[in-house]
């Protein structure tokens, strides 16, 4: 299965701050580690909040607002997409990310799954995929 | 943590460390079935002690502790029989190595070298290639057995057969556990490469059962492919096969329509190919290019791949570049089933006519002379040329080189097409 592990943002991310070299040397070598599992499919470090906008929709009004962004807590600083076989092998390479520089704040990272119902093309009953097929011909406008 | 949850723990421990510890354990060892016992043995161990001591701070330095305390008492135990040498030195070796069982101090030597070294080792030419496919997804994949006879259908015990053969052929054989020398290695190298792709075939194109597909023979294949092209970095060949992979694979679900009929290439729906495959194999692709070394059948393969990846709709297909590829591969690998493909894009690039010409040199071949792509891929270039009366006849004789119930059907069709 395919999953986004989703680095939340801290104080220090949103502050723009680099990490420490020591924990820059470990991310590293902890990245290098999941390549040579096979388990990296992508990766990427967003910039603080800072540097980016929301859209807010509201029916037919679109409402652009520049960030940063108040809640820290709920922001992204990175994610990376992974192949795993299960949910816990990702909890286990989870556990192993290195610890963050600042011991006391408590640091969020989450797992979501990446939606492949279709994937192999197995799983999907053929009206499901009918119906599959109109939803995106809908929404590419067909 | 309850018990269930312990076990799902250790399960995904084991996924992750399995490979390294068995790896590691050979080195010491020098023998990879003893190696894999011990893994074994160090897994029941956590089995038994972690739901009561809880999952250690650092697994894997716990499990390679303990197999290598194994390791020692066996010695120990066969050394009260009696005592070689040789075991008294490994011995030494062991009980120096044994006392710290911390695996950050190993860092000097790191563990990857020791996966390659397994690599290679279940892979060597030595082995038949079955057993190489078996032993590749029980030590490199750490699929259980189980898993392994469920992907290829076949019973588990033909499975454990395999591999314990398997196992006794490399001790006979006195295999070293090593990476092989430069000299050997382009051999080597194709002897693991092969396994991989195979492993990779079954899963794309199943010859068993009524699934097309083996997502997890697929997702194997994928990550062994993703682990060489990490180890092995300046072999094209390994990019190679790694951007071969994930190409076909990126197409895996727009290949088969919704009453599980194939759907050919230039017919698919290429918003349903996966991008972040496309773009993967792309990539790796590139790398292989960048070693400045030599390419060989996989990479042009996958080239010729790449070719249909990057354009857009069938009609942007750069056909005279998979022709000059199709030229490359001839070289390389030269065949009368690369010689008919690259008839087929000569027809794409240059027309059917120009086609039909290679086509009908290939007429004589003995390897084409059963192969029903050779009258279906004249039958169409003569459809194309108008001549219908001949294209049918050679629909005809396809029809009566092929038992696929699928491709019959097709045939059919082309025949009924061809009525004049």
């Not at chain 2, 092995?232 to 694979?249: F, N, R, W, Y």
Request: net charge negative.
């Amino acid at each position: 299965m395919r999953v986004m592990v989703l680095i939340k943002a801290n104080e220090q991310s949103e502050h723009g701050e680099m990490p420490s070299e020591e924990l820059l040397t470990e991310m590293t070598a902890f990245n290098e580690e999941l390549v040579k599992a096979g388990v990296m499919l992508a990766g990427e470090g967003l910039h603080p909040s800072a540097k980016g906008a929301r859209v807010e929709f509201k029916g037919n009004e679109r409402k652009v607002v520049d960030g940063p962004f108040a809640e820290t807590k709920e922001l992204l600083a990175g994610y990376w997409v992974w192949q795993v076989k299960s949910l816990d092998e990702a909890i286990e390479w989870v556990k192993r990310i290195p610890a963050p520089d600042d011991d006391a704040a408590t640091s969020v990272v989450e797992i979501r799954q990446v939606f492949e119902s279709e994937d192999f093309g197995d799983e999907l009953t053929p009206e499901l995929r009918e119906r599959e097929a109109a939803m995106r011909a809908q929404a590419e406008g067909a | 943590m309850a018990g269930a949850d312990v076990k799902r723990t250790i399960d995904a421990v084991w996924r992750i460390e399995s490979t390294r510890l068995i790896a590691g354990l050979a080195r010491y060892v020098r023998d990879v079935g003893l190696a894999e016992d011990l893994a074994q043995e160090a897994l029941v161990a956590a089995l038994e002690q972690w739901p009561e001591s809880g999952v250690p701070d650092n697994p894997g330095a716990w499990l390679m502790g303990t197999a290598k305390h194994r390791a020692i008492d066996r010695l120990r135990r066969r050394d009260v029989h009696r005592r070689k040498t040789e075991e008294l030195g490994r011995d030494m070796e062991l009980r120096g190595e044994a006392d710290v069982p911390d695996l950050a101090a190993e860092a000097a030597d790191p563990f990857d070298d020791d996966v390659l070294r397994l690599i290679f080792t279940a892979c060597h030419p030595v082995l038949s290639v079955e057993a190489r496919v078996a032993l590749t997804l029980r030590l490199l994949a750490g699929l259980t057995t189980k898993e392994i006879a469920r992907a290829y259908l076949v019973p588990e015990a033909t499975v454990q057969q395999r591999i314990v053969r398997a196992k006794r052929t490399l001790t006979a054989a006195r295999v070293p556990i090593e990476v092989p020398e430069h000299a050997e290695l382009p051999e080597r190298l194709a002897s693991v490469l092969e396994a991989i792709y195979l492993i990779f075939n079954e899963g794309y194109a199943a010859t068993a059962g009524d699934q097309w597909l083996r997502p997890e023979l697929l997702e194997e294949a994928l990550r062994l492919g993703r682990m060489l092209a990490a180890l092995l970095p300046g072999e094209p060949e390994v990019h190679g096969l790694s951007a071969l992979m994930e190409l076909q694979a990126s197409r895996a679900r727009a290949r088969v329509g919704p009453d599980g009929e194939p759907i050919l290439l230039l017919d698919q729906d290429r918003s349903r190919w996966d991008w972040m495959l496309v773009g993967r194999g792309l990539v790796a692709l590139e790398r292989a290019y960048a070693t400045g070394g030599a390419v060989g059948t996989y990479t042009l393969q996958a080239a010729i791949a790449a070719c249909h990846s990057r354009a857009r709709t069938p009609e942007d297909t750069d056909w005279v570049s998979i022709v000059a590829i199709y030229d490359g591969l001839a070289q390389v690998a030269p065949s009368p089933v690369v010689e008919l493909n690259r008839a087929v894009a000569v027809g794409m690039a240059f027309g059917p006519a120009q086609a039909l010409r290679l086509v009908d040199d290939l007429a004589d071949e003995p390897v084409l002379s059963d192969y029903h792509l050779l009258p279906t891929v004249r039958g169409d270039l003569l459809e194309k040329l108008g001549r219908r009366a001949d294209a049918r006849a050679e629909f005809e004789r396809a029809l009566t080189l092929t038992q696929n119930s699928r491709e019959r059907s097709v045939l059919l069709g082309r025949i009924a097409g061809c009525a004049v």
